[in-house]
């Protein structure tokens, strides 16, 4: 009976997974631009909060967030740990040393990027399911340790992924909307240079 | 003669049952090499913090195990510990680990969170500005434990993040502690014995326990298992001494009575210089015994070198029972070579005499068995082997013609021309000897492990990016809360140099200055706060919430180290008074006495480098007392005879400790407190030889004989040291047997010349 769970793990890694369309993109795609639309539903909060703004994912080497409403704020993750931009141009690196978590936070976000979904093995299981038309839909759902910080992660698209839902520990709901996706523009040097975490 | 024989028989005996009952009563033997060390006695903290550290962190037997993949790893893994725990040979044995609480530290700190940091706000921002700033904040990604609704501000989220939670480069996973690498995942299973890791029973146990745990798991496909732990490095020390003193002992005995009973040709001869020898080493025993209860190991490895030199006074007698033919008295001729017997005896104790004086309990004990042993062989050759040497010596006129012949070559060397040979030959050694020579005082000369497990070390260390050396910092204060804020003046400062983060109590818990001064930032900030928040569209009650308790209870360190997430930590904290800040990283000592320069109440323990400084400050006493006793056995022969002879008598000792000297140093041997010992040790017996020819007068072929054969005896013990697995004795033995061997030769020096009666 003890040796049940290690008859599974292989089962479960196989299902580690993600669907075959995101990951040929993956794999295809080293830099995409794209927009985004985020709704948050806040239990605090008397109205939802909506924010706008443009995304960057360079499959190689991270993200980078760049908020255009209600505020400027752009936010870079990448390997080496998090970037913050304020609108004055104020930067406020957290490395490893400084802030350890976030910093293994944005390595797993740059290592799922590439496709790698090792670092969440422990994390999440997942389960995805295709529709006709290549289109797919991803759920994550916490295992015990992530459990009491985030309640479901459920992801849907095509070629790109175009929606994601966030419900976390404390119930808020996150909705983003993906869109204007414009594959493999090059990467300016402004965008370089953040990504760099400088 | 006979009352004299009968004391000293009955004193013998006596000693040898003590030594018998005391042996079988219980462990007599002491394996921990570092029991020989001194004590820090500067301060009992600090040893109290090393032993709390040693146990919790060194005492543990560490595997990390490979498989070809991370399934076979895991499975592997949790085989092995099965195994450990079955074996009854550990306390207890860690591979799966208890699910953990994640959102434990979240639960604990936020009823507190309005002391652990100050609001991270744009310095001169007004109340109108916060709110878009925070709608901004929360509608970004939250990359920490808490979503941005419940920390608006961030500041708690800051403080989590930067809390040392997890090793660097060990990661939890599937309740595994595994460490990635290129090579593959590694699973870490640590044990703790059940026992002392210097009990040899506990280290058989143990040892048996891992091997066979490896080999039964290693049978279900190709493993790699590191390991590491006090108990490897204990066992290995403990298998290479004894193998020393078996080896050496055997060949000693082998090598020194197989050619007494060759000389000799009677059973007689070698069972008197047998018997001298052994109630040496049964003085020896009991005395350390008595006089410390345990008797090191390193001690009876050295010790069995005293064979060799206990030897030479039964060998001197010897030597002129064979020369003296049908004139044989036994006591006659024992009061003829009597002089030369002391005279010898008072040089080699004083030689000895100076390892007294060292702080080292291990030295200390070597000295006093070595000087009861040799106390005791010359009291058999006096009290007891006349006795038993009462009849003469079959003729031998083959070999005493040969000695004659030698006797004779000897003689046409002793000139002038060779004694200023000898002196210039000591001059160019020696600066040969000072050119080539270097220091080294590292204490891990004494320790030679086995160089796989050094391998391991070195591999695990790397993998688990733990620094080596052992130093670690103590905050001493007053209370807690000095403690407390003392640690935080240090952690302030990093990183310094290669020092960039320690493991520290008060990253948990910030002083109660540090609370205070947060909550009043807080409570300061509270309007500008609750403007920027109900700005950003947050309901007033819940404004109110997200703001923190502004009169939330101080955060005490018994509270913290009460919770399941702070079990690793519960070994820093010593006392009320004290704690231990642990380096992580690659940090060397250096970085982190940088670290500490100035700061009150904060010093560097760092046992290793310590004991080395005192090796170095002692190798520059011995330095000092090898002059001293140069000078005094000098004083000691030229108040015999003359100041002329006096310094004659030392040319063949100077000229052996100097070839000693070069040889090692010309080996690449670095210069240690050891190597001055041994140069002492060699003034000691190589002025013996000098003063057996220089004494003899009426039978300089019986001294030359006795020279020849005491010579051989101790070239023999001290040269087979340079079989023992530790460098240090390797050196030591070197430096004694050249010394020996060159002052044996140069000996012939202080043969009485035609006009000296």
């Known amino acids: 009976m003890k040796h049940l769970p290690a008859l599974l793990l292989p089962a479960v890694l196989a299902a580690q997974s993600l669907p075959a369309p995101l990951a040929a993109h993956l794999k295809s795609t080293a830099v995409l631009h794209l927009d985004f639309v985020q709704t948050r539903h806040i239990a605090a909060l008397s109205r939802p909060l909506r924010s706008s703004g443009s995304l960057v994912v360079a499959r190689d080497r991270g993200l980078i967030w760049r908020m255009a409403k209600p505020l400027p704020l752009t936010i870079v993750a990448a390997k080496g740990g998090v970037l913050e931009v304020d609108r004055e141009g104020r930067r406020k690196l957290q490395s490893a040393k400084d802030n350890p978590m976030a910093a293994q936070m944005a390595r797993i976000l740059t290592s799922l990027l590439q496709g790698d979904t090792r670092a969440l093995e422990g994390l999440f299981t997942f389960r995805s399911s295709s529709a006709p038309g290549g289109r797919w839909t991803l759920d994550l759902t916490p295992q015990p340790a992530a459990a009491p910080f985030v309640k479901s992660v459920s992801l849907r698209g095509g070629r790109f992924v175009e929606q994601v839902r966030v419900v976390d520990g404390a119930g808020d709901t996150t909705d983003i909307l993906f869109s204007g996706f414009r594959p493999d523009a090059a990467l300016d040097p402004a965008e370089v240079r953040l990504l760099d975490l400088q | ?757």
């Not at chain 2, 708690?156 to 290129?182: I, K, T, W």
């Not at chain 2, 083959?398 to 004659?404: E, K, N, P, T």
């Open chain 2, 1 to 757: 003669m006979r009352f004299r024989a009968t004391l000293w028989g009955i004193l013998l005996a006596a000693l040898a049952v003590f030594a018998l009952l005391r042996l079988a009563s219980g462990p007599a033997l002491e394996t921990d090499l570092l029991a020989m060390l001194p004590r820090s006695a500067r301060n009992p903290m600090a040893d109290r913090a090393v032993a709390a550290l040693t146990h919790t962190v060194q005492d543990r037997v560490v595997l990390l195990v490979r498989g070809q993949d991370a399934e076979t790893g895991a499975a592997a893994a949790r085989d092995l510990a099965q195994e450990l725990q079955r074996s009854g040979a550990f306390r207890s044995v860690q591979c799966d680990l208890p699910p953990v609480d994640t959102a434990e530290p979240v639960r604990f700190y936020t009823p507190c969170r309005t002391r652990l940091a100050p609001p991270d706000l744009p310095p001169g921002i007004t109340g109108r500005d916060l709110g878009p700033l925070v709608q901004a904040r929360l509608a970004s990604p939250g990359m920490g434990a808490l979503p941005p609704a419940q920390d608006p501000f961030g500041a708690l989220n800051a403080f989590l993040g930067r809390l040392p939670l997890q090793s660097a480069g060990v990661e939890l996973r599937d309740g595994l502690l595994c460490v990635p690498s290129p090579e593959g995942l590694h699973i870490l299973v640590s044990a703790e014995p059940q026992g002392s890791p210097f009990d040899p029973a506990v280290q058989d146990r143990v040892l048996r326990a891992v091997e066979s745990a490896e080999r039964a798991a290693a049978a279900k496909g190709p493993l790699e298992v590191l390991r590491t732990g006090s108990v490897f490095y204990a066992a290995d020390a403990r298998r290479s001494m004894e193998r020393d003193v078996n080896l050496i002992s055997a060949l000693s005995v082998v090598a020194i009575f197989g050619l007494t009973f060759l000389l000799f040709r009677s059973p007689r001869h070698l069972l008197l210089g047998l018997a001298s020898a052994a109630s040496g080493l049964v003085v020896g025993t009991a005395v350390c015994l008595a006089l410390f209860g345990r008797l090191h190991l390193l001690t009876l490895v050295c010790g069995t070198t005293v064979l060799g030199v206990s030897v030479d006074y039964s060998f001197l007698y010897f030597a002129h029972h064979l020369d003296a033919g049908p004139a044989w008295d036994p006591l006659a001729d024992l009061r003829r070579i009597l002089p030369a017997l002391v005279l010898a005896l008072a040089t080699t104790l004083l030689g000895y005499a100076a390892l007294l004086a060292a702080p080292f309990p291990g030295l200390r004990q070597i000295a006093v068995f070595s000087m009861t042993g040799l106390g005791g062989a010359f009291g058999t050759v006096v009290c007891l082997v006349p006795l038993g040497l009462r009849r003469p010596a079959t003729a031998r006129p083959a070999m005493l013609a040969r000695l004659d012949r030698v006797l004779a070559i000897a003689r046409s060397m002793a000139t002038p021309r060779t004694l200023v040979a000898a002196l210039l030959a000591a001059v160019a050694l020696l600066g040969g000897a000072l050119a080539l020579a270097r220091t080294d005082d590292d204490v891990h000369g004494l320790i030679q492990a086995s160089a796989s497990l050094r391998r391991d070390e070195t591999r695990i260390q790397g993998l688990l990016k733990i620094a080596s050396g052992g130093a670690f910092i103590l905050v001493e204060g007053s209370g807690e809360a000095q403690v407390l804020q003392r640690e935080e003046a240090l952690m302030d400062r990093l990183p310094v140099g290669r020092l960039e983060t320690a493991m520290a109590l008060s990253s948990f818990v910030p002083s109660p200055a540090r609370q205070e001064a947060n909550l009043a930032a807080n409570r300061r900030l509270a309007p500008l706060l609750l403007q920027g928040l109900t700005g950003a569209g947050f309901r007033p009650e819940s404004a109110r919430r997200a703001l923190g308790d502004l009169n939330a209870p101080p955060l005490t360190l018994d509270a913290f180290l009460g919770t399941t997430f702070a079990i690793p930590c519960r070994a820093l904290r010593l006392a009320p008074t004290a704690s231990i800040v642990l380096p992580l990283g690659g940090a060397d000592a250096e970085d982190l006495h940088r670290a500490c320069a100035g700061l009150p109440g904060v010093t560097v323990v760092d046992k290793a480098g310590e004991v080395s400084e005192m090796l170095a400050r002692y190798r520059r006493l011995a330095t000092i007392a090898l002059v001293a006793a140069t000078l005094l056995v000098g004083l000691l022969l030229s108040t015999r005879h003359g100041l002329a002879w006096g310094f004659r008598l030392l040319v063949p000792p100077l000229t052996g400790m100097a070839a000693g000297l070069f040889l090692t140093s010309a080996l690449g041997f670095p210069v240690t407190l050891f190597t001055l010992l041994a140069l002492i040790l060699a003034l000691g017996f190589g002025v013996d030889y000098a003063i057996f020819i220089r004494e003899g007068g009426r039978r300089p072929r019986a001294d030359l004989l006795g020279v020849c054969l005491a010579s051989y005896a101790t070239l023999v013990s001290f040269g087979l040291l340079a079989l023992s697995t530790t460098p240090a004795l390797r050196s030591f033995g070197l430096v004694l047997a050249t010394a020996v061997l060159v002052s044996a030769f140069l000996s012939i020096l202080a043969l009485p010349t035609r006009e000296t009666p």
